[in-house]
């Protein structure tokens, strides 16, 4: 299923509304809903949400316990995370933990980068705290995911990018000096 933008805000509204019942969230909306939720012209599968610590995740599964589990609360060692997957209202919603030892201020998922680097967006009553999109330009580029990283970069040439943010997220990331300078040259001219 491919989301668009009036399905993720109503996704939104319906978790963090069931969230706020259970307790406090810790979280960050990555990935490409977090591109979308912008205005990015995006195509997501679903909703990732970055959890700061377990309990969160623990929260989420009970804020939708009502709802279909795809994946109850587990240590995933393979991946260093505890994750949760629910489908809500036919959109897969996911929460996890990222548990790298990196304490990088400039990636999306883990480390103080997505805690230090994002910004809120009012979704109906709600603000949601999105990852800077700086953060996830690089993170499609790591993963090379040119086509998606493109629709990024393109997006922030015509909304803004700080560009300081963004040469640092694409040194933490290892991305090469030429793709930098091509990105770069998108983004600013």
């Known amino acids: 299923m ?3 933008t ?10 963090l509304g069931l969230a706020a019942r259970e307790g406090t969230l810790s979280y960050r909306l990555i990935g490409t809903a977090a591109d979308l939720l912008r205005g990015v012209p995006i195509e997501p599968g679903d909703v990732d949400l970055l959890a700061r610590a377990r309990a ?3 929260v989420f599964a009970r804020a939708l316990a009502a709802h279909r589990c795809l994946t109850p609360p587990s240590w995933m060692p393979c991946c260093g995370q505890y994750y949760a997957a629910f489908e809500v ?5 996911d929460a996890s933990t ?3 030892p990196s304490q990088s201020p400039w990636i999306e998922a883990f480390g103080s980068g997505p805690w230090t680097h994002f910004s809120e967006i009012a979704v109906g009553d709600d603000r949601v705290a999105v ?3 700086e953060l996830r330009l690089a993170t499609e580029l790591y993963r090379d995911r040119r086509d ?4 990024i970069a393109h997006w922030m040439r015509d ?6 943010l963004l040469r640092n997220a694409l040194a933490a990331r290892g991305i090469d000096a030429a793709t930098q300078s091509s990105v770069l040259a998108t983004i600013v001219g």
């Open 98 to 100: 990222v548990e790298s």
């Open 2 to 4: 491919t989301l668009t």
């Open 159 to 164: 909304h803004g990018c700080n560009t300081s």
């Open 89 to 93: 209202d036919g959109v897969q919603v």
């Open 6 to 15: 009036e399905q993720l805000r109503h996704t939104l509204t319906t978790v």
């Open 148 to 151: 998606r990283a493109e629709l």
């Open 56 to 58: 969160d995740v623990d």
């Open 131 to 133: 990852v800077a999109p």
